[in-house]
Each structure stands twice: as C-alpha cells, then as structure tokens.
C-alpha cells in the first residue's frame, strides 16, 4: 500500500495578473490537504473510492476527462504502465472544491504521489509539478502553474510563470483569517472573463497587471524584512484592483468590509474570485474576533493560519 498528501494553498498577493506573466505570493495552508491510497486490488480494474464527492467507480465507467481519470490515464501512459494492474483508490480531502484552496493540484498531486510509490516510478517534485501543470492546463485553459507549484512544493513562492520556482523567507510570523463564501466558483471562467477584458483593451489591462505587480514585489520585502503589518493596505489596493478586473462579487466584498470593519488590518479575495475564499489579515490576539464578525456576515467556515 502508498499513501500521500498534499496541502491546500492560498495566494497572498497577485492573482490573475499572474496569469500575464506578473509575479504572485502564495503560501501552502496545512491544516486542510488532499490524502491517496493506492493498494492492490482483489477485484479486476482500477477502483476508485472518493466519498467527498460521492465517487465510486471503475477508471473505465468514467468519461476520459473526468479529473481524477485524466491523472490516471495519463500517469499509465507517461510510464507505459500496460496493462495496469488491479488497484483500489482512495481519495479524501478536507479542502473545499472550487474555492481557491487549490484542491484539484492537491488531489493531483497527492494521487500521482502514491501511484508512484506503489508502481515503484520514481518521480522527482520538479517531474510531478511539470505533470500536475499538465493536468491543470486540461481542466482550466490557461493557468499560471502556481497552484500546482505551491502544493508540490508545500513551501511559500515567489512565483513568476515559466520561470524556476523561487521561494521567499517570512522575516516575522503573521496571522490570516482564510474565509469561505460557500459560493463555488470555477477559476477557469473568471480567467477568461479577465481574458476578454484584457483583449478589449490591453494597454488598460496591462497597466492594472503593472500597478499588481508592484504590490506583489513590495509585499514580498515587507514579509521578508518581518514589516508585515505593512501588508494590510496593500492588501486593500489589491482587492480594489481585482474588483476592477470584475473578480470579486457582492459576497466576497460583504466579508472582506465585514473582516476590515471587526478589526483586521487588511482583506482580499484569493483565488480566482467570484466565490470561493478571501483572506483577512490580523494581529494574533485579534483573530477569534475577526473569524467570528466574517461567520456573521455570512461566511461558511473560517481557518485561522499563521505564515511562518
Ligand atoms: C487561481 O488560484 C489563481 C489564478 O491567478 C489563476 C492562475 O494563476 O492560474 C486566478
């Protein structure tokens, strides 16, 4: 038997201009992650167990695309793995889907992880990132690669698009408030919404990805030289760019004022937007407080995590 696991993630500063070739913080979030295990099976076929998504299926019973399916078939093809022998898989998460936590890298990961081990194919981080940006690229159009980077490398990154993975020192540590609007949002359509926005009008567009990029790469020495309570109004400057670019939506906006009114020092969406999560920075002894105002105003469940 194998088994493996994989964090969720969430990305500080720099979201979507990312995807235009500007540079992005995000930091693996431990405390929910994506398990495998792969044994071998008493029963002919590939069987897999998913109870979080009420999954219980033979690989063959499932449409070639099916994400789970598209790992499998592409893991057995990339190590000519014929025929494949009998297995059973189980796959749990405790990340939310479609919220901006990075569960679908997670689940990747984790799945290609195991299924290494227990076929006996050596794959290094930088082989399983390359193969999870492959599958992300299947289910999303046109992704950065941070989501699979950071949940392969479970380390805070300094990320810019096609270039080697660079990871970046917390000079002191902070505290967030993770916040889930409940709402599940597919990343791969606020994207090419951005998409559309940007080919109407790039030189508009370009200039918003520039003024990002400036908060991202100010972000990161604030967090490197320990200034982090700096990073609450870059944060606010954030949002208010991703809200320009369409991203956020009335919930998102609703916990963010309602995380900034109880006392954090800064909020933002992260993630893809239109759902899914924001984040709420905070002083430690502050954090209770803020979690509780943002459940108030609406939010499904809260995650309290310290950067370190
Ligand atoms: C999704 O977690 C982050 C986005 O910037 C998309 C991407 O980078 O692929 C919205």
């Known amino acids: 038997m194998a088994t493996a696991s994989a964090p969720g993630k969430i990305i500080l500063f720099g979201e979507h ?10 930091v693996p979030v431990t405390q929910i992650h994506a398990d495998v295990d792969v044994t071998a099976s008493s029963r002919p076929g590939i069987w897999i167990h998913a109870p979080d ?7 063959s019973s499932l449409p070639s695309d099916h994400p789970i399916a598209s790992v499998l078939h592409n893991f057995f093809f990339a190590f000519g793995i014929s025929p494949v022998p009998s297995l ?3 796959i749990t998460s ?10 679908g890298a997670a689940v990747t990961v984790a799945l290609m992880r195991a299924l ?5 194919k050596l794959m290094t981080d930088e082989q399983v990132n390359t193969f999870a940006y492959e599958i992300e690229k ?3 159009g046109t992704p950065s690669g941070i989501d699979n980077t950071v949940v392969t490398y479970a380390r805070p990154v300094y990320f810019i698009k096609g270039q080697p993975i660079e990871t970046f020192k917390v000079g002191a540590p902070f505290t967030l408030v993770i916040a889930d609007t409940g709402i599940s949002a597919l990343t791969k359509e606020s994207v090419s919404d951005v998409r559309k926005l940007w ?6 567009w370009e200039k918003v990805f520039d003024e990002i990029g400036v908060i991202v790469r100010n972000a990161k020495e604030k967090i490197e030289n320990g200034e982090w309570r700096a990073l ?22 609703s916990l963010v004022e309602s995380a900034r009114r109880s006392g954090a020092s800064g909020a933002k969406l992260s993630g893809g937007g239109r759902g899914g999560n924001m984040i709420a920075l905070v002083e430690k002894d502050k954090a209770a407080q803020v979690a509780e105002a943002i459940l108030s105003a609406g939010a499904r469940r809260t995650i309290i995590t310290e950067i370190s």
Do not use: C, F
């Not at 998504?53 to 690989?59: D, G, K, S």
């Not at 405790?94 to 569960?103: D, K």
């Not at 080919?199 to 508009?204: G, I, L, N, P, T």
């Open 88 to 90: 059973d898989i189980s």
């Open 116 to 120: 290494s081990s227990h076929l006996d």
């Open 232 to 253: 609450g109004a870059l944060m606010d400057s954030n949002h208010a760019l991703l809200q320009e670019m369409t991203v956020s939506s009335p919930e998102l906006d």
């Open 53 to 59: 998504v009420n999954l219980h299926a033979e690989l």
């Open 199 to 204: 080919e109407a009008d790039k030189v508009r």
């Open 17 to 26: 201009a990312v995807v235009y070739g500007r540079p992005a913080l995000a």
């Open 94 to 103: 405790t990340i939310p889907v479609a919220s901006g936590l990075g569960s």
């Open 138 to 140: 299947l289910h999303h």
